[in-house]
């Protein structure tokens, strides 16, 4: 199966490939060009138009900007809007679905889907679990329960195994910083309050590997969080859950869902527990998965899962040409430039985010 992008390339699928889609979280979180993806076929410009007129009523009537206007019809307008709270988040959000509708109403084989923290909700409303206006009902409120109850603290990288983050953590001795997210085996995200955690980064960068603060204002994935995640499970416990039409793997449970659970629940561990990616891209390779889909803006899990498995051919439709099996991944770099912050709209192309 041949499918046609608007860059003018080609990704070769065979008659019996399965897809995992990859759901990116607040982090990937850029200007996404949407103008681009209503070009990909002769369908996209109505999908992408009815993505954006569902998340928009999902949105409060009052204080957001039309994203149609911003993402759509002028997208030279993104940038400032993005400024406000929760901008750049519905944004990643409605991109995330419209890229996933696309890609699907093109002919891409989906098998799978795979959310990275925020992304676990545009992962369920793929699989038909939540609505499109439901899932940025959901979206909303969460991102007003990680800026009130996450203050005062953030997120940064160190281009370093999970064992050697933690000995730098053990290093600076500041227990208050924990693994968030586990994206790549040797790429792994550090949350914590903000002095112990800029001590954090300089130790690692210290020790030669290199460490960034990311521009995620706020805790996420962190035990302080806890009654973050009661609270927004009390928002969005009332929105229906429906039957999983695809499976869905978490990296925070480690395991594909079952409509036997509490997808509300499972969504409000997000914001206490780690994730943990490379273990469940592979889990979802066993399971059949033989080809990787960024469905969002950027192509940072794609990134993710080809250090994770070089061997699986991957796609992002709004960032790259395809990597088939056999060509290398770019070398992560270990200098240390110094602990700054990286803008979420200048970090699309690191696969660290969260």
């Given at each position: 199966?041949?499918?046609?992008?608007?860059?003018?390339?080609?990704?070769?699928?065979?008659?019996?490939?399965?897809?995992?889609?990859?759901?990116?979280?607040?982090?990937?979180?850029?200007?996404?060009?949407?103008?681009?993806?209503?070009?990909?076929?002769?369908?996209?410009?109505?999908?992408?138009?009815?993505?954006?007129?569902?998340?928009?009523?999902?949105?409060?009537?009052?204080?957001?900007?039309?994203?149609?206007?911003?993402?759509?019809?002028?997208?030279?307008?993104?940038?400032?809007?993005?400024?406000?709270?929760?901008?750049?988040?519905?944004?990643?959000?409605?991109?995330?679905?419209?890229?996933?509708?696309?890609?699907?109403?093109?002919?891409?084989?989906?098998?799978?889907?795979?959310?990275?923290?925020?992304?676990?909700?545009?992962?369920?409303?793929?699989?038909?679990?939540?609505?499109?206006?439901?899932?940025?009902?959901?979206?909303?409120?969460?991102?007003?329960?990680l800026a009130r109850r996450g203050a005062g603290g953030g997120m940064g990288l160190m281009e370093a195994t999970e064992d050697g983050t933690l000995a730098c953590i053990e290093s600076a001795g500041v227990p208050e910083v924990v693994v968030a997210c586990l994206?790549?085996?040797?790429?792994?995200?550090?949350?914590?309050?903000?002095g112990p955690l800029e001590t954090a980064l300089e130790t690692a960068q210290a020790a030669g590997i290199r460490a960034v603060r990311l521009a995620v204002p706020y805790l996420s994935h962190h035990p302080a969080m806890a009654g973050a995640d009661d609270e927004?499970?009390?928002?969005?416990?009332?929105?229906?859950?429906?039957?999983?039409?695809?499976?869905?793997?978490?990296?925070?449970?480690?395991?594909?869902?079952?409509?036997?659970?509490?997808?509300?629940?499972?969504?409000?561990?997000?914001?206490?527990?780690?994730?943990?990616?490379?273990?469940?891209?592979?889990?979802?390779?066993?399971?059949?998965?033989?080809?990787?889909?960024?469905?969002?803006?950027?192509?940072?899990?794609?990134?993710?899962?080809?250090?994770?498995?070089?061997?699986?051919?991957?796609?992002?439709?709004?960032?790259?040409?395809?990597?088939?099996?056999?060509?290398?991944?770019?070398?992560?770099?270990?200098?240390?430039?110094?602990?700054?912050?990286?803008?979420?709209?200048?970090?699309?192309?690191?696969?660290?985010?969260?």
């Open positions: 199966m041949s499918i046609s992008f608007p860059l003018g390339w080609t990704q070769e699928f065979k008659p019996d490939d399965l897809c995992a889609f990859l759901f990116p979280g607040t982090g990937s979180a850029g200007a996404p060009d949407l103008q681009q993806l209503s070009r990909t076929g002769p369908a996209a410009p109505r999908i992408v138009a009815d993505v954006l007129d569902a998340v928009q009523e999902g949105l409060p009537r009052t204080g957001w900007p039309s994203l149609r206007t911003i993402l759509l019809d002028e997208p030279g307008k993104y940038r400032a809007a993005a400024r406000q709270q929760g901008v750049a988040q519905l944004s990643a959000y409605a991109t995330s679905v419209a890229v996933d509708r696309v890609l699907r109403a093109e002919g891409v084989p989906l098998g799978y889907a795979v959310g990275q923290s925020f992304g676990e909700i545009a992962a369920l409303v793929s699989a038909g679990v939540f609505t499109i206006s439901d899932g940025a009902r959901m979206a909303v409120s969460l991102v007003g329960v994206n790549a085996p040797g790429v792994t995200v550090v949350s914590g309050p903000e927004w499970y009390e928002m969005i416990r009332s929105f229906p859950q429906r039957p999983l039409e695809v499976a869905v793997y978490s990296p925070v449970r480690g395991r594909a869902y079952r409509d036997d659970d509490d997808l509300h629940r499972a969504l409000t561990d997000c914001i206490v527990k780690p994730v943990r990616l490379p273990q469940i891209l592979r889990a979802v390779h066993e399971a059949g998965a033989t080809a990787f889909a960024e469905a969002g803006a950027g192509n940072a899990l794609c990134q993710c899962a080809r250090l994770t498995l070089p061997e699986v051919p991957t796609l992002a439709p709004l960032r790259e040409r395809p990597r088939l099996p056999g060509q290398r991944e770019a070398p992560v770099s270990k200098s240390a430039p110094g602990v700054r912050p990286v803008p979420l709209t200048d970090a699309l192309d690191r696969p660290h985010l969260e």
